[in-house]
């Protein structure tokens, strides 16, 4: 039987799990370090998921045949590295082909290049330089740390005090750390966005249905912003004609450009893109499954993801049947109250066993206790 660690402790992981334990094949599955939903459906692993080191032996005592990572941390920190310095094989790009999210200025590098369509922009270190490209961008313009900064790293700002305080933040408060010590700053680019996650094994580039996700807390899109509040797949403005652009002239390109890099990629290539007048252009990339998308995506997934999955780490993924549903899936995230800020921890959640037969409910922060399923 084979044994599937998957990496992680959101819905995201619960709904990968959800997936996996749909395959024919029948694996045995665990999660570290997993929630009260992924309990259900794997044994729960105490590891933390960005523990590299603790989870590579763990995996290799319990003889684990393949782990999929949810998290960027853990992929950033070179647990793909980890798992193969062990001939372990885990589904995830290597800690040099997850600069891809891991380092905005990196990629921006890549993606100009290879003229791979994004927005133009300048990467300074320090406040001089900031200040002249400021100048030359005028407003709105988008400042970004160039590291990894708990998706809050990024300020769309619309007056130049604005701009400022964002990049004074990163260069001279520190607020990111080490993922602030560069900034990028961009063109604001407008149109509707859109997310396409593909599975990529080297050139080879097989893209999921596209999907769009929201991040602010309240309806009608308003509020501060979140890990993400929901998503649904596909949106109707993702037709043949887009997704055909977006695999010719983004996905293909990227794929090829890391390839050249001597940074192969394997696992799930999320490319965040904005629909402009000119055509798609990318946003960021990400080196992983999306949350929430991944929630709506995988439901729409007719063929077995274990089978991709071995696939893509084997290096055959051009032999992989991916077929989707016909159709379209919506999530909501249903949070405590006072989320994103401080909320209350412990509250009881209830009707989770009551869902109709055409939802399925995924767990993010929640506990089982001997009273029942908390927020956590
Ligand atoms: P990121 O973390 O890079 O995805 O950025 C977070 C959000 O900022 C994106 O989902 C967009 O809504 C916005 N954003 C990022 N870059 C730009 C840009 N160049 N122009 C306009 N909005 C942007
Ligand atoms: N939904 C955005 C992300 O996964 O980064």
Redesign the pocket.
Known sequence: MVRVLVVGSGAREHALLWKLAQSPRRPQLFCAPGNAGTAQLAESVPIASDDVRALAVWADERAIDLAIVGPEAPLARGIADAFAARGRALFGPTQAAAQIEAS?AWTKALLVRYGIPT?RAEIVADLEAARRALDTFGTPV?V?ADGLAA?K??T?AATRAEAEAAVRACLVERAFGAAGERVVI?????GP?VSVLAFVDGECVVPMVPACDY?RVGEGDTGPNTGGMGAYAPPALATPELRARVQREILEPTAAALVAAGRPYRGVLYA?L?VTAEGPKV??FNCRFGDPETQVILPLLASDLLDIVEAVVEGHLDQAPVRWRAGAACGVVLAAEGYPGPSPMGMPIRGLDTAPDDALVFHAGTRATPEGIVAA
Do not use: I, W
């Open positions: 905005k927005a988008v970004k998706g790293g990024v769309v961009e063109e604001c680019l407008a966005e991040k965040g904005m946003l960021e």
